[in-house]
C-alpha cells in the first residue's frame, strides 16, 4: 500500500449548532485519485475546507506527511504543497491570463516565470490564450485557468472542489483525461457529483453523510454498499 | 521597455516645465511634486493593493514632525531629518498597520481614520512642543539638504522634481516586479491570493509600510521645503487630498497622482482666488469621479490606448 | 462647589449630550443597519440643520417661541428630503457600494460645508431659545431648555421606536435590513426605502441641531465634532444596533460630561477615537452587542 500522504484523525466543525464536519477520520494514500462524494449538506466542502486551512477546526489533527499542519494557516499550507481549487469558479478577471498562471508559478519561488506559465497552459491546452484577460473567458476556459493556476503550483495534494459542475459534456471528458494524466506527479482529492467522473476516476471514494463517513473503498465496493445506496444512491442505480 | 520610456519622457518634460515656468507656478510646481510623492505612495496601498485608507495624514505628519522636531528641538537639519522623517512615516504606518490589517474594507477605512484623528490630536494634545495650531516655523539653518538652499525658488524645485523622480522610478519598478503582481492579486481578490500561498496580511502590511515611507518623506520634505509644520497637515483632509489624487489622475498608475495632484492644485489655485469656499471643488470632484469616472484620467488612457501602462 | 452639587452639573450636562448624541447616533445607525453603508455626511446634515434652523427662526415675527417652533416644523423634512435626493442622484447609482460611499459621502460633507460657507458665512451665530425658564436648585441655576431638550429627544426616540415596531414602513425598512433581495421579491421598492431610510437618517440629525442651536451656537464647522461622536456611539454600541447605540449614547454622552469637566477635552478625545479603533479591530459587533 502507497504511504499516507495527507491524514485527518477525528476532525470535526459544527457552525452554531450544526455539526458539519463530525469526526471524520480520512487518509489520502499518495499517488491517487480520491473522490468525495454525498448528498447535499454532507459536509463535503467544509471537510476539504478544512483540510486546505480555509476554516479552523474544533478539534482533530491534520498531517501533511509526517507532519502536524492542524494549526498552519492556508497560505503556509499552500506553501507546503496543498492546492485548492473553488467550487465557484475564483480568478482574477482583470488580470491576464499570464498574470494569473504567474501569480501560482511564483508563489512556488521559481526562477522562469515565463517557461512556468507556459508550461502549466501547455498542460490545459491554453497556450494560445496567454496575454487575454481573464474575465473575458469562456466559463470553461475559465475553470481550466483554475485548474492550471493549481498544477502551477506543483502541489503534492491537489483538491479540487465540484471541477466539472458547469462543464458540457466535451469538455468534462478533456477534463478527466487531464486528471487522469496528473497521478504521477500529484494526489488528487475531488469532490464530485457526477457519478460517471467519479466512478471512472477515482480509486477510491469516501462517502460523507451527515459529517460522518458513511463508507469509504474501491468504486466496486462502494456500489456494493447497501448504507450508501440507502443513503445516497438511492435505488442503487442513480450513476446511470 | 516602453513603459520606462513612457515615464523617463514625462520626467523630461517635467524638467523642461521646471526650467521655463515662472516664479509663482514653478514655486507651486515644487508643492505639487512633493504632494505628488506623497500621493504616489498612497497609490501603491490604494490602487495596486486595494487598502483604502482614510489614515495616511497620520504618516505624512509623522514624517512631517518627524523632521520638524530634531530641527526645533536639537538643532539638527538637512539630510538626518529627511531620512527621520521618512522613518517616522514607516514606522507609523507600520504599528497602524498591525492593528488596522486586521479589518478590511470600511471598517479598515474607519480604523485608519481613528487613529489618524488620535495622531491628530495628540500633536494638538503636546502643543508646548509641536506648537499645536500654530506649528513650527523653521529655521533657515536647517533648510539645507546637501549643499542645497531650500530657501531659494530653484534649488528647492529642483531637488523636488530628484525626490519625486526617485519616487516614481522606484514606485514603477516596484508595480512591474513579481511583489507588484501579487499587491494586485490581492486587490482584485484577495481569498484567491490566500489560495496560491500568500499571506495577505504579511503583504499588505509591507505595502502599507512602502505607502508610510513615500508619506513620511513627503512630510519632511514637505515641511523643510516650505519652512513650516503644522498640526493642520495631519488632519482628515490631508488623507482624502492623496486619495483625490490618486483617483482624478488613476488609482493604479503609476503616473496618475502627480497628474492628479496637479490638476487639483491648479484648480483649487484658480478658484480660491474667486472664493473663499474653494474647497467646495474637492467635494464636488469627489461625487463626480466615484460616479462618472472611477479610473480617472490615466485609467481612462490605459483602457483606451495604452494597456501596457504600469 | 463642593464636589457633590458639581457632579450633579457634570451629569445634567452629560445627560443633554447624550441626548443629542442619541438622536444624532440614531440616525447613523439607522441608515447603517437598513442600507450597510456609513454616511460621513451626517455631521454636515446636522450642520445643515443647525443654519436652516438659524435661518427659520431669523424669518418669523414675532417672539423666539414661534421661530424655534417653525424651524423644528420645516427644517427636519427639508434635509431629509435633500438626503433622500442625494440618495437617489449619488447613492443608488454608486450601487451602494460600502467604500464608494464613504468617498462621495467625504465629497457631500465638504459641499455642504463650503456651501454653508457661502450662504452663511465663516462666523459663529447664535440662534435664540424658545423660552428662558431657570431652574434654581439649592446650589446652582441651570437651564430649563436643557432639561426640555433632553425630554423632546426621548420623545423623538420614542415616536422612532414606534415606527420601527408598529408601522408598516418600520417593518418594510426591517425586512429590508434583513434581505434586500428577498424584500424586493416581495414586491417591495427598495429604492424608495433606502431613500426614505436615508431621508430619515438625516433628518433624525436635523431634529438633534434644531434642538442644540438655541444651547450653543451655528458655525459652518459645527458637524465635525458630532460626526466624530456619533460615530464613537455607533461603533461601540454595535454597527447597526439601535438599543446598543442607545445605550452607548447615553454612557458616552454622560462620560462626556462628566470628564470634559474634570478633565481636557482634547486628552478625552484621544482616547475616545483610540477605544473605537480597537474595538473595530478586536470586537466590531461592539461592546454591547451580541456576538455574530
Known sequence: MAAVILQATGLAKAFGGLKAVDGVDFALRAGEIHALIGPNGAGKTTFVSLLSGRIAPDAGRIELGEEDITALPAHARVRKGIAYTFQITSIYPRLSVFDNVALAVQSQGARDLRAGVAEALGRVGMESLVSQEAGTLSYGHQRLLELAMGLALKPRVLILDEPTQGLAAGEIDGFVALVRGLVSETTVLMIEHNMEVVMDLAQRITVLNFGQVLAQGTPAEIRANPAVQAAYLGTGDAAA | ?310 | MSFGPFLLLALMEGLVSAAVLALMASGLSLVFGVMRVVNVAHGAFFMTGAVLAWFVAGHVPGPPVWGWLAALVVVPPMVGLMAAAVDTLVLKRLEYEPEAVIVATIGLLYILEQAALIGFGPDARPVAAPFSLRLQLPWFGYSGYKLFVVAAAGLVLLALWLVMTRTRFGLVMRATQVDRTTARAFGINVDRVYAGTFGLGAALAAVAAVLVVPTTQVHYLMGGDPLLLSFITVIIGGLGSLRGTLVAALIIGLSDGVISMFWAPTLSKIIATLLVALVLVFRPQGLFGAKA
Do not use: C
Not at chain 2, 118 to 144: E, K, S
Not at chain 2, 189 to 199: A, D, I, Q, T
Open chain 2, 1 to 310: 521597455m516602453k513603459a520606462w520610456l513612457f515615464h523617463l519622457v514625462a520626467l523630461a518634460g517635467l524638467a523642461v516645465l521646471a526650467a521655463v515656468l515662472p516664479a509663482y507656478h514653478a514655486n507651486n510646481l515644487a508643492r505639487v511634486l512633493v504632494l505628488a510623492v506623497y500621493a504616489t505612495g498612497y497609490n501603491l496601498a490604494f490602487g495596486y493593493t486595494g487598502m483604502l485608507s482614510l489614515g495616511h495624514a497620520l504618516f505624512f505628519g509623522a514624517g512631517m514632525f518627524g523632521a520638524a522636531l530634531p530641527v526645533t528641538l536639537w538643532g539638527w537639519g538637512g539630510v538626518p531629518v529627511l531620512a527621520l522623517g521618512m522613518l517616522a512615516g514607516g514606522v507609523v504606518a507600520g504599528a497602524v498597520g498591525l492593528l488596522a490589517l486586521r479589518t478590511k474594507g470600511v471598517s479598515f477605512m474607519i480604523v485608519t481614520l481613528m487613529f489618524a484623528q488620535a495622531g491628530y490630536l495628540t500633536l494638538i494634545w503636546f502643543n508646548a512642543v509641536t506648537g499645536g495650531d500654530q506649528g513650527l516655523v523653521l529655521p533657515g539653518a536647517a533648510r539645507r539638504v546637501l549643499g542645497i538652499d531650500l530657501t531659494q525658488d530653484a534649488p528647492r524645485l529642483w531637488l523636488a522634481l530628484g525626490i519625486y523622480a526617485v519616487a516614481l522610478l522606484l514606485a514603477v519598478a516596484l508595480v512591474r516586479s513579481r511583489f507588484g503582481r501579487i499587491m494586485l492579486a490581492m486587490r482584485e481578490n484577495e481569498e484567491r491570493s490566500r489560495m496560491l500561498g500568500y499571506n495577505p496580511y504579511a503583504v499588505k502590511l509591507k505595502v502599507l509600510v512602502v505607502s508610510g515611507l513615500y508619506a513620511g518623506l513627503a512630510g519632511a520634505a514637505y515641511g523643510l521645503f516650505f519652512g513650516y509644520a503644522g498640526a493642520g497637515f495631519a488632519t482628515v483632509q490631508y488623507s482624502i487630498l492623496p486619495m483625490l489624487y490618486s483617483l482624478l489622475g488613476g488609482a493604479g498608475t503609476a503616473l496618475g497622482p502627480l497628474i492628479g495632484a496637479a490638476a487639483m492644485f491648479w484648480l483649487i489655485d484658480f478658484v480660491s482666488s474667486l472664493t473663499n469656499a474653494y474647497l467646495m471643488l474637492v467635494g464636488v470632484a469627489l461625487i463626480v469621479l466615484v460616479l462618472f469616472a472611477p479610473r480617472g484620467i490615466l485609467g481612462f488612457v490605459r483602457e483606451r490606448w495604452l494597456p501596457w501602462l504600469p
